[in-house]
């Protein structure tokens, strides 16, 4: 029988019958529909025998205990998409004053390794401490790096820009980055990706919760976004079938990984694995089952932009089998471009504009799930609360702060940033500013 390779890759045992290998992600997915539970077994590799899940340390943190429950957030939120300056920060920032100013306890967290900027976006142009002091063991505890940020119940953490090192941590490291998150104490705790495909992205979108993908509806925005969601696929079945040998042929195999064209739809891929391990398949049914990205489209100007987001719902069902939730859209606005020139979320800096009546909507409809009547006074509730906040914002001077984004920025004056354009030329060059 194949071994466990890791707490991260475990064989279950439900009703006599083997299941797996599965990450704690999948594991926990099956404990929410009732299909796993402490009584059931595990596989462990250190004592050579399966014993109850309730005694399986390593995996404890996956079943709610009381204490747990009452210490989890409830929701961590990935935000990602493969296309570069789709807004996957501008909105994160906008949706954590949202959430916030809602009621809810927020936790904003810049996973862009290579280009952190959602503090900037915040208004806070040098942070006290960033993901970097995490990593290299100057702050032990993740709670000493977060942040408060102007917007009452908000709080950040901020990324670490133009560090080679963290730009790729294993793994194991994100586990570990994500599990302490899952520590604070916070209603919800939104990651903020950066762009691309790569398994840095991939991996932060797997571990959490829920996954957003944000595209505009420009025709290559939305290629890297269909990828972007196949390769997340294809990633959570290489993880949850590390194990299966023969499985894992057919999910490396050239027709399936090539990037461009879908050579071979994933409704033959389930019917290959069906023939080669019957088990393998109820597994992968159950992993294509319940791997169902949120999307949100943004940047649109005219109607006809909408049919895009229906689109790749269309694509990823007939091609991956997979059901992707359109969340909604969020309107071209040039009050979003001038809210990023003022370093201010762009909800908070103009709860009216259209692109801010359309957040405001998704949040309290497709976020926080309220009906359409609730939805209204919840919207309501929203704006006026939004007011109270943009009166308290404080006004940051560029001028005189940071070395980026200031006069003491090279590229100052020259700097089409400034201007509305994206992305900012030296934005990865920060530390090198520092004095
Ligand atoms: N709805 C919108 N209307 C108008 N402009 C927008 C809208 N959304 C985003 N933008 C503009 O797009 C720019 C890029 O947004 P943002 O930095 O959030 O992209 P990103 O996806 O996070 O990029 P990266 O992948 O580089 O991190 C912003 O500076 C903003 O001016
Ligand atoms: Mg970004």
């Not at 992600?25 to 402490?38: C, N, P, Q, T, V």
């Not at 944000?214 to 390769?231: D, G, H, L």
């Not at 949850?240 to 195999?253: D, H, Y």
């Amino acid at each position: 029988m194949a071994r466990i390779a890791s707490i991260d890759n475990v064989f279950v045992r439900v009703n006599e019958k083997q299941y797996g290998p599965f990450s704690p992600r999948e594991l926990r997915a099956m404990i929410d529909k009732g299909k796993f539970s402490e009584n059931d077994l595990i596989w462990s590799e250190d004592q050579d025998q399966w014993i109850t899940a309730a005694d399986f340390n390593a995996l404890r943190y996956i079943f709610p205990s009381e204490e747990a429950a009452a210490k989890r957030p409830k929701r961590v939120i990935a935000v990602g998409g493969g296309k570069g300056g789709v807004g996957k920060t501008v909105l994160t920032s906008s949706i954590g004053v949202g959430l916030a100013s809602l009621g809810k306890d927020v936790v904003m967290v810049d996973a862009d390794l290579g280009g952190a900027n959602l503090h900037t976006v915040m208004g806070i142009l040098e942070p006290e401490h960033t993901f970097f002091d995490f990593y290299t063991l100057a702050v032990e505890d993740i709670k000493d790096i977060v942040l408060s940020t102007p917007v009452e119940r908000l709080k950040l953490i901020s990324g670490a820009c133009g560090t080679l090192g963290l730009a790729n941590p294993k793994y194991q490291q994100k586990l570990k980055f994500i599990r302490q998150l899952r520590e604070i104490d916070a209603d919800f705790i939104l990651l903020d990706l950066g762009a691309g495909s790569s398994f840095n992205v991939i991996d932060f979108f797997l571990t959490a919760d829920e996954g957003i993908v944000v595209t505009n509806p420009e025709p290559m925005a939305i290629q890297e976004c269909f990828n972007f969601i196949k390769i997340c696929l294809l990633r959570r079945l290489q993880l949850a079938f590390r194990g299966n040998e023969r499985v894992m042929e057919i999910l490396e195999s050239d027709e399936l990984n090539r990037p461009g064209r879908i050579h071979i739809p994933m409704s033959e891929v389930l019917k290959k694995v069906q023939e080669i391990d019957q088990s393998a398949a109820g597994m992968m049914e159950e992993v294509l089952a319940t791997n169902r990205p949120k999307l949100i489209l943004n940047m649109v100007m005219e109607k006809d932009d909408i049919k895009e987001g229906i689109a790749i719902q269309t694509a990823a069902a007939e091609l991956l089998s997979i059901d992707v939730e359109f969340l909604g859209y969020i309107t071209y606005d040039q009050g979003v471009r001038n809210a990023v020139r003022e370093l201010r979320p762009f909800l908070l800096q103009n709860p009216q504009s259209p692109a801010s009546q359309d957040l405001a909507k998704l949040i309290s409809v497709k976020i926080l799930g309220q009906s359409k009547i609730s939805g209204f006074f919840e919207k309501r509730k929203l704006r006026k609360q939004l007011m109270e906040q943009r009166a308290e914002y404080p006004e940051i001077n560029l001028q005189q702060q940071a070395p980026i984004c200031s006069i003491k920025c090279f590229y100052w004056g020259d700097c089409d940033y400034q201007n509305g354009g994206h992305p900012c030329a030296v934005r990865h060059l920060e530390p090198i500013f520092k004095q």
